[in-house]
């Protein structure tokens, strides 16, 4: 498979690391590499019929969830990386 614009996937990372591991999901994982717990999409827009368009939140929180998670990527990049190359 060729996968010219993907240079890491945490959560396939993620998977051969620990592949049963309850989620791989991005949030879980910053929590359990860090103790960092994140902002759920769902805080910021809302469920269900109360639910906003994402262009509707403030500009300021939505900064925010958007460089918390490009951080917490970045920070298990570095981590996984490492662990891969160790198996």
Excluded at 42 to 69: F, M
Excluded at 70 to 80: G, I, N, V
């Amino acid at each position: 498979i060729h996968l010219p614009a993907l240079y890491f996937d945490t959560m396939l990372a993620s998977y051969l690391l620990n592949s049963s591991r309850v989620s791989h999901r991005l949030k879980n994982l910053a929590f359990e590499y860090f103790s960092f717990s994140m902002t759920e999409y769902t805080d910021l827009v809302g469920e269900g019929k109360q639910a906003v368009p994402i262009e509707e939140v403030d500009i300021k929180a939505l900064t925010v969830y958007a460089c918390a998670d490009a951080d917490a990527k970045f920070m298990l990049y570095e981590q996984m990386v490492a662990q891969l190359k160790e198996k």
